[in-house]
């Protein structure tokens, strides 16, 4: 069965929207346009490593990570609780969790700005019941509970997948052998489940360490982000040569922690997402 | 069987072609097509279905935010458009990068009816670029709830009364420019040590700031989130009609004066088509239906005629000679420009 030709228009979208911009992006990013003509330069590189453009990306990498961290302290119970048998409303709790990602992002993201403004519903029931009202938009907290929302179905589902493919007979045998719930999880359940995370982390982590939307719409603008950044070298100063260079740092970064993953995945002998 | 599905799929395709080519035929047939760039939410979309009908010519219209965006786009020649709508500095700009037609002015017999100040600008000296469509100043809207100083100067933004309640604008040039305004410096230095004083003040400022924003403030602003917040003349006279506690003032410094105009760029193919169109713009009827959905100010002397007392009075609305006598008008710093990114980068990113 040769059905090559069937990959032949992915071939062409692959070769006019991936690989072509991507050399453009490599050309913008070592060449800057001169009186005589496009010469080639690597100081759009050399502007990245000033202190204040090294801040922006550690703020990036840090407030992904936390964002990580918590969708995986979140979604990892989920997807169990999705996963057990026993538990009657799954189907509910499953749609529950699919539904917002219908709807789309920027919309979603605006409805937090006027959830959590200082008249906004979260603070109405906070000063109905009593209490001070709080400053929750417009800072780190608001940034990254954005990021959270946003992103925790793509923690909760990848992970949720292969824990319904684990196999019960397994846990079976090891609470046969006398192995408590504890034991079960930490020696069969976590371990088996590790491939899930590791996809759930990537996809959770890339799109939240690249995010300018989040960052402009609930941090107010104050909280600059590697994809500001970007956006506002293409956008603004019309500094292509420098958004390239940066795209082209994030690029390598991610391809860099996608390797590491990948390794750690092919230790556990797991099929991840890539 | 491999080879019958080929025959299928490449039937399959070519139906669905020609199908898509008939269908585009179909409907009205237009004698030419009009594409116009304007800001977002800038133009009453009924005058431009009267303008299709009128002189059946088709228009796409699509939007900007910024002048820079629009920059951007036009200059990076992926897209062609026939009537655009930047602010005078950008008209500059484009005109000394080569980037605009001259107009016809004998194609826009309606320029008779735009005010004379607003005729031979300094950025386009002999008129021979641009038409002006809507003007304003920068300045405060403030609750006159929350805020019980005297709001009068620029300086009330650097007040440690009002921390956390202060929106500032998400751009470089009005943020940065106010600025360099309050400590007694043009709008459009160059000079590094007063940018680099403003950077300071800038910074100096930021745990005041509640946020620097874009077209949310008006939102924020009728909604009481914030006591004061720099805004565009023309956004404060919405917000007035929709919160009656908000006021405008153009701070004593003298704040800035900006236009808004229509040209037309070299990518254009139907420069004749978009004379029309710009001419259409200036009846003094048509720019009343703008001016009435959109609330900022015409430079239509005959339209004016037609608007309320009251708005005539606003000072957001129609500010007096003495009210904008100090006020400054941006020019083309494109030289300074990285500099203008980089502190406002540093400014956003501390």
């Not at chain 1, 029931?125 to 907290?141: D, V």
């Not at chain 2, 760039?37 to 009267?50: A, P």
């Not at chain 2, 998400?170 to 590094?192: A, E």
């Not at chain 2, 946020?211 to 403030?217: K, M, N, Q, R, T």
Request: proline fraction near 4%; aromatic fraction near 12%.
């Amino acid at each position: 069965m040769k059905k090559g030709w069937i990959a032949y228009p992915y071939v062409v979208w692959l070769i006019m929207f991936i690989f072509v911009p991507l050399l453009l992006i490599v050309f913008y990013s070592v060449t800057k346009t001169t009186d005589q003509g496009i010469v080639f330069t690597l100081e759009h590189f050399q502007r990245f490593f000033e202190p204040i453009y090294i801040m922006v990306l550690l703020r990036s990498l840090y407030l992904a990570l936390i964002s990580t961290i918590i969708c995986l302290l979140l979604g990892y119970p989920l997807a169990m609780i999705l996963a057990s048998k026993e538990y009657r409303h799954k189907r509910v709790l499953i749609l529950l969790v699919v539904i917002p990602m219908w709807m789309n992002f920027l919309l979603r993201t605006y409805a937090w700005l006027t959830l959590l403004e200082k008249n906004g519903v979260i603070n109405n029931f906070i000063s109905f019941i009593g209490l001070p009202r709080m400053e929750l938009l417009y800072n780190q907290g608001a940034v990254i509970l954005g990021m959270v929302y946003n992103f925790l179905p793509f923690m909760v589902l990848p992970i949720y997948s292969v824990l319904i493919k684990i196999d019960k007979s397994i846990i079976e045998a090891a609470e046969d052998l006398g192995a408590n719930s504890r034991v079960v999880f930490r020696k069969i359940i976590f371990p088996l489940s590790l491939p899930g995370v590791v996809s759930g982390i990537t996809m959770v982590y890339m799109p939240a360490v690249t995010t300018f939307v989040i960052s402009r719409l609930l941090g107010g603008g104050q909280f600059t982000l590697i994809g500001n950044l970007i956006e506002q070298q293409f956008l603004y100063t019309g500094e292509w040569g420098f958004g390239s260079a940066l795209s082209l740092i994030m690029m390598i970064l991610i391809l860099f922690s996608m390797a590491i993953m990948s390794k750690y995945e092919k230790e556990n002998e797991g099929g991840g997402l890539f | 069987m491999k080879k019958n599905l080929r025959v299928k799929f490449t039937l399959l395709l070519a139906v669905s072609l020609i199908s898509i080519l008939l269908l585009s035929g179909c409907g009205k047939s237009y004698d030419a097509t009009l594409r116009v760039y304007n800001w977002g939410d800038y133009m009453d979309k009924s005058v431009i279905t009267d303008f299709e009908k009128e002189y059946n010519i088709k228009v796409i219209y699509s939007t900007f935010t910024t002048n820079e965006d629009m920059y951007v786009s036009l200059k990076s020649g992926g897209s062609t458009y026939d009537v655009v709508f930047p602010s005078e500095y950008m008209v500059k700009r484009m005109i000394n990068e080569d980037m605009l037609h001259k107009i016809n002015m004998d194609n826009i017999p309606n320029f008779k009816y735009i005010d004379d100040r607003f005729k031979n600008p300094p950025w386009d000296p002999n008129n021979e670029y641009s038409v002006p469509y809507f003007w304003g100043t920068l300045g405060i809207v403030y609750n006159k709830t929350m805020v019980d100083d005297p709001v009068d100067s620029w300086e009330i933004l650097w007040n440690e009364k009002y921390e956390r309640q202060i929106l500032m604008l998400d751009s470089q040039r009005d943020s940065i420019g106010l600025t360099l305004q309050m400590l007694g410096y043009s709008m459009n230095t160059r000079n590094l040590d007063e940018l680099e004083e403003a950077k300071q003040k800038l910074i100096e400022q930021k745990p005041l700031v509640l946020a620097y924003v874009g077209d949310e403030v008006k939102d924020k602003m009728v909604g009481g989130e914030a006591a004061l917040a720099v805004v565009w003349s023309g956004e404060a006279v919405a917000m007035k009609w929709e919160n009656p506690d908000l006021e405008y003032v153009i701070p004593k410094e003298g704040g800035n004066l900006w236009f808004d105009c229509a040209v037309i760029p070299k990518s254009s193919k139907n420069k004749e088509a978009a004379e029309l169109f710009i001419n259409y713009l200036c009846d003094p009827e048509i720019a009343f239906r703008n001016t009435d959905y959109i609330g900022y100010s015409t430079p239509n002397t005959e339209t004016m005629k037609m608007l309320d007392e009251e708005l005539l009075n606003d000072i957001a609305a129609y500010p007096s000679d003495e009210d904008i006598a100090n006020a400054e008008v941006f020019d083309d710093v494109s030289d300074a420009l990285e500099l203008y990114d980089r502190i406002w980068t540093e400014i956003k990113a501390k």
